[in-house]
């Protein structure tokens, strides 16, 4: 009996069944999406975005611990000249967020009231998973906006974001991108 379940399932010699297990572990292993390859222009972007955030996250962190409005605005007038350098030729907007979503300060100043974006699905990511997010946004007038949010977490606990508007329009002229490329992006790493 075993010798026919033996010859059966693996062959005469037994080692059919390895090497047909080996090759579908190769088959699946070569099967696996592969991450696509930015263009020049997406690399380029997430590059400057990263250091944008970068510089602001060393900037705001102690403003933003202490809810200093006055800090953060001081704060957002010190790094406006590497945020402007990421985007010299688009229009671009830079908000200050506390842990819950709403607006602790913008750059350029906007109309100085405060904005609730708690309910904004980009937000709520970026606050859920303390990871930075990207989302496309359309204005009333349909223009569509690039929305990147990213966390400020002080030993490991939120207290607050950073989000950057870029126009998409603008953007693409800028870098040479698609909005698929741009909310494929993965800027936490």
């Known amino acids: 009996m075993r010798n026919i379940l033996r010859s059966s399932l693996f062959g005469d010699k037994g080692y059919r069944w390895?090497?047909?297990?080996v090759g579908a572990v190769i088959v699946l292993l070569g099967?696996?999406?592969r991450e696509v390859p930015l263009s020049p222009g997406a690399a380029t972007f997430k590059q400057e975005v990263k250091s944008c955030l970068d510089n602001l996250a060393v900037t705001l962190m102690e403003p933003v611990s202490k809810q200093d409005l006055a800090g953060i605005k001081a704060a957002l007038e010190k790094v406006e000249s590497p945020a402007v350098k990421l985007c010299r030729l688009c229009p671009f907007e830079i908000g200050v967020l506390n842990p819950s979503g709403e607006t602790l300060a913008a750059y350029p100043s906007g109309d100085g009231k405060q904005?609730?974006?708690?309910?904004?699905e980009v937000v709520i990511k970026a606050i859920n998973s303390k990871k930075i997010k990207q989302q496309q946004l359309f204005l009333q007038d349909g223009a569509k906006l690039y929305l990147i949010c990213a966390p400020l977490s002080r030993e490991g606990a939120l207290i607050g974001l950073v989000a950057i508007a870029i126009n998409s329009e603008d953007a693409a002229k800028?870098?040479?991108?698609?909005?698929?490329?741009?909310?494929?992006?993965?800027?936490?790493?």
């Open 115 to 120: 904005k609730n974006f708690s309910n904004y």
């Open 31 to 33: 099967c696996q999406a």
């Open 18 to 21: 390895p090497v047909l297990l």
């Open 174 to 189: 800028k870098w040479g991108f698609k909005e698929k490329e741009f909310l494929a992006l993965d800027l936490n790493n």
